[in-house]
């Protein structure tokens, strides 16, 4: 049985009524939310310009089919209309999201443009299984048999999008619907234009996502307010503030239309309605018991390295950390094992080769590099290698929904700024760490897993929820707060303020030594 409730612009003939009413739905939205496990899916960094594949790789991802604009449609522009399902008969109220069917410029031209997304590889065969990439054929017993995939770090809006098709909670009535999914590869599409084009070519898919997205009557609900997105690339990639055409990037996520959507991302930049989702590794496992297996594996191994690298160094950027980080690694002996991606690049996105060194490493080290974050952080997580981190903004102000807050539980932090002055011996450093305490934190490593993986979308999760189950939970959980604060007539605005919201990410977030100076 389902009500049909129309919310008049803050007026109400029967206020009492009305807000009894208003309380208990959002009270059931809010704190009786019983969120079921979601299907899965998932993708890494890997370059394979040998491999070429057909375009039937593009066989397995479904064309959106255009639907006239919507101009027209009779929608009053001061209406807030919500359909509230009832929640007795219906598992899933306060869940329903509405996948918008864009026109194919925005996602099904871009994965058949693949010969060009990057520069200087292919990267057809990475859209292959969803996203994963291709298989991992000789997983050397390295790697448990399945589940291992070539997966490039990039590929997220595919993964996400391939798996929001098997949510259980999709609707085709987008006046049911908590959240509206706006499924545009902006990645993939800017990845193309990011290096000798102009500003209008990169910003074409922006301004003409916009244009689409307003056109819509969804749009007119709550202004983008209930929208959301997913970038498989760096936010940084998307802030470009003026049309210099020496600065970097697009303009998208600088467009105001965007500043009122929540949009997810593998690194967010200090707007609060930016959330960070975990890179795409090569981890990929179709069932619980999958999980169960590798976890075990990983805690049990014996470990040789105190600590590890895998990495290259940035001897053009001059406040980079790497170059020290490299001297020290080079100069512990034994005790550090570096995997260097200048001399052997192959091997830092090789799965087998890149988990052949962390499983054996206790720690591993993750310093910033073109941006403040790595894809390699999630490859250390899967491998039981425990985290150290550099810089506040690399992970700890970054994957709120996914890490716990107390970043000593799992995590070595290390100031760039005593790398910096020579203050701290690295080796010095995790030395203290007692073989009792380094078990307990590569335990929490462990819990870890399930929750930064995508798991395969062909199968499902009974136990666990995985990366895109926590990301959709929040989601949910974050539109129909918005919508409550916006039905209650007071302004949202500060779930999507202008940048400089560091400190109020890291809010909650403590640990044995404070992580200030923050810039
Ligand atoms: C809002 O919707 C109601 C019910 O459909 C309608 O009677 C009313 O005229 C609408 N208000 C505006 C401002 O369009
Ligand atoms: C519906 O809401 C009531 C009251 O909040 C709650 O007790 C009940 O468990 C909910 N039912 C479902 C199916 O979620
Ligand atoms: C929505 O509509 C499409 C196309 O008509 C259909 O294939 C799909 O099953 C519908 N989805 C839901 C959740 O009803
Ligand atoms: C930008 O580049 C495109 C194609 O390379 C070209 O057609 C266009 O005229 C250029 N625009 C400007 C403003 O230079
Ligand atoms: C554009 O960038 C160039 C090179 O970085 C710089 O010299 C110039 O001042 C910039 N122009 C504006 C308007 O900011
Ligand atoms: C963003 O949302 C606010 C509040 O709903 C609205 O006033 C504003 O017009 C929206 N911006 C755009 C570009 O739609
Ligand atoms: C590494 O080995 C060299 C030579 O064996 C020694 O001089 C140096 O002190 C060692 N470095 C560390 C950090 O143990
Ligand atoms: C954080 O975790 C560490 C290690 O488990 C513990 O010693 C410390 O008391 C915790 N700090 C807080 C504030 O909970
Ligand atoms: C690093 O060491 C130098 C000399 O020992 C000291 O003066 C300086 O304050 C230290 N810096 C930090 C950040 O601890």
Same mark, same amino acid.
Not at 24 to 41: A, G, R, T
């Given at each position: ?285 179709? &069932?619980?018991?999958?999980? /169960?297996?590798? #976890? ?7 470990? $040789?390295? @105190?600590? %590890?690298? =895998? ?8 406040? &980079?950390?790497?170059?020290? /980080?490299?001297? #020290? ?7 550090? $094992?570096? @995997?260097? %991606?200048? =001399? ?176």
């Amino acid at each position: 049985m389902e009500k049909k409730l129309i919310i008049n612009g803050g007026h109400c003939h029967n206020q009492f009524w009305f807000t009894v009413l208003l309380s208990f739905v959002f009270c059931f939205l809010l704190f009786c939310f019983d969120y079921s496990v979601l299907y899965s899916s998932n993708s890494g960094v890997s370059f394979y310009s040998e491999k070429t594949q057909k375009a039937n790789q593009l066989a397995a991802i479904d064309e959106p089919s255009e639907i006239p604009d919507s101009q027209n449609f009779p929608f009053p522009e001061n209406n807030v209309s919500l359909t509230i399902v009832n929640n007795v008969t219906d598992p899933c109220s306060g869940k329903y999201i509405y996948v918008h069917r864009l026109p194919r410029r925005f996602n099904v031209d871009v994965l058949e443009d693949c010969r060009n997304l990057v520069k200087w590889f292919n990267m057809c065969p990475s859209l292959m299984n969803s996203g994963f990439g291709p298989k991992v054929e000789t997983p050397q017993g390295v790697l448990s048999e399945k589940n291992w995939f070539e997966t490039n770090q990039f590929m997220l809006e595919l993964i996400f999008h391939q798996r929001i098709k098997q949510y259980e909670c999709l609707t085709n009535d987008s006046s049911m619907a908590s959240a509206v999914y706006i499924p545009f590869y902006a990645g993939l599409d800017v990845g193309r234009y990011l290096w000798g084009y102009n500003v209008s070519v990169r910003d074409s898919s922006a301004f003409g996502i916009v244009h689409w997205l307003r056109k819509q009557r969804e749009w007119n609900r709550m202004f983008g307010r209930d929208h959301f997105f997913v970038a498989g690339r760096i936010a940084w990639d998307f802030r470009r503030r003026i049309d210099n055409e020496s600065d970097w990037g697009s303009r998208l996520m600088n467009l105001p239309e965007f500043m009122n959507i929540t949009v997810l991302s593998i690194e967010s930049s200090s707007w609060s309605n930016e959330f960070a989702v975990p890179y795409p590794t090569y981890f990929h496992p179709s &069932s619980d018991i999958d999980v /169960i297996r590798w #976890q075990k594996r990983v805690r049990a191994r014996k470990r $040789r390295h @105190l600590f %590890c690298f =895998a990495g290259a160094p940035r001897p053009t950027m001059k406040d &980079s950390i790497r170059g020290e /980080i490299i001297n #020290q690694c080079l100069s512990a002996n034994q005790t550090c $094992r570096f @995997l260097d %991606c200048k =001399a052997e690049g192959n091997k830092c996105n090789t799965p087998v080769e890149v988990i052949k060194v962390f499983r054996d490493c206790k720690f591993c080290l993750q310093p910033p590099g073109d941006s403040y974050t790595r894809r390699s952080t999630f490859d250390s997580i899967i491998s039981g290698c425990i985290p150290v981190f550099f810089h506040p903004y690399s992970a700890y102000a970054q994957y709120i929904w996914y890490f716990p807050k107390n970043y000593t539980k799992y995590s070595v932090y290390i100031p760039e700024i005593d790398i910096k002055t020579g203050n701290v011996s690295i080796d010095r450093a995790l030395s203290r760490y007692s073989e009792h305490r380094i078990k307990a934190m590569r335990k929490e490593v462990v819990k870890l897993i399930p929750k930064v993986i995508y798991a395969n979308p062909k199968s499902r999760f009974e136990r666990y929820e995985d990366a895109i189950d926590i990301a959709v939970k929040r989601v949910l959980e974050r539109v129909n707060k918005v919508g409550e604060i916006t039905r209650e007539g007071k302004d949202p605005s500060v779930e999507f303020a202008a940048g400089n919201q560091w400190k109020s990410k890291l809010s909650g977030i403590v640990g044995d030594q404070p992580l200030e100076p923050l810039f």
